[in-house]
């Protein structure tokens, strides 16, 4: 069987689907909606348009420009809701080739034999939402996507899905290890806190330069400032103001290696009120003035 096929509105209810099976699908639909979308181990990437997917503990809408990665899981709603046709890759990948990937891995990492004990199956597996510019999977993603817009012929073999399983593999193990530290009963809560502080630290990345206070994040997440401080320090081993400070700083002695800023520019650039503040938060941080690196 090829591992890449394409989906029309043609053949789009004629294709066979076997399961445990590694297999890209390509399509352009306008109409499409399923109640089995997570048949295997999956990649949802969306190029053009918005497609959802949802049961009943989560939901995700993802747009273009961005994937959905996912275990096995029974009754999950697929659903394309653009106003316009959507375009997709939809990515199998079956449970042996998982298997032989942490086979591999396991010879160079002892820590993954733990992690393959359970990981990997509904509940414990959390369903991740990325930007596909943002991570390793998503650059062997845009890499097809290119291969297929220039019309070339897309020959996958099992060497390319073993590829991409041990990049899912490394990318879920941090949100392996983050599970691991929230002090929650069902899966199911660990892992809508651990969402929710995804949500908070990719907000602190974003706008670091007009947050003043960490009620600000804790409203953005939806949680309250008490419990969003404490798991915050619990996955991150930091506190949110702590993360914020380690942003600014990194921004700032970006700012201050390009020469073409004063000090007094890159403090109020890096989002400090005054140049005594900065380099008095500067030297606590570096242990050097900004000065120095100058």
């Known amino acids: 069987m090829h591992m890449f096929q394409k989906i029309s509105a043609q053949n789009k209810f004629l294709l066979d689907k076997p399961l445990s099976t590694d297999i890209v699908y390509a399509s352009e639909l306008?109409?499409?909606n399923t109640n089995n979308a997570f048949?295997?181990?999956?990649i949802k990437y969306v190029i053009d348009g918005c497609i959802s997917y949802s049961d009943s503990r989560f939901y995700f809408d993802v747009r273009s420009g961005h994937y959905l990665m996912a275990c096995k899981k029974d009754y999950v709603k697929g659903e394309l809701v653009s106003p316009h046709a959507a375009r997709s890759f939809c990515i199998d990948i079956c449970p042996e080739t998982i298997a032989e990937t942490y086979t591999i891995l396991t010879t160079a990492n002892e820590d993954f034999d733990s992690y393959l004990a359970g990981y990997f199956h509904c509940p414990e597996f959390m369903e991740t939402l990325h930007q596909v510019q943002s991570t390793s999977i998503g650059n062997k993603l845009l890499t097809l996507l290119y291969k297929v817009n220039s019309g070339a012929d897309i020959l996958l073999n099992k060497e390319w899905f073993i590829d991409l399983a041990e990049r899912m593999i490394y990318q879920e193990y941090g949100n392996y290890m983050a599970l691991?530290?929230?002090h929650s009963v069902k899966p199911s809560t660990r892992k809508e806190v651990l969402r929710r502080l995804q949500v908070a630290k990719e907000?602190?990345?974003?706008n670091y330069l007009q947050i003043r206070l960490v009620s600000e994040v804790a409203d953005h997440c939806s949680m309250s400032e008490y419990h969003f401080y404490r798991r915050f320090k619990e996955v991150y081993?930091?506190?949110?103001?702590?993360y914020l400070t380690e942003i600014k700083m990194q921004a700032a002695k970006s700012l201050l290696l390009e020469k073409k800023y004063t000090i007094t520019d890159v403090a109020?650039?890096?989002?400090f009120q005054d140049v005594f503040t900065f380099s008095k938060a500067f030297k606590k941080f570096y242990g050097i003035?900004?000065?120095q690196v100058r």
């Open 268 to 271: 109020s650039l890096s989002g």
């Open 30 to 32: 306008n109409e499409w």
């Open 237 to 242: 081993k930091r506190t949110p103001y702590q």
């Open 203 to 206: 907000f602190i990345d974003h």
């Open 289 to 291: 003035p900004p000065s």
């Open 39 to 42: 048949r295997s181990f999956c």
């Open 180 to 182: 691991k530290e929230i």
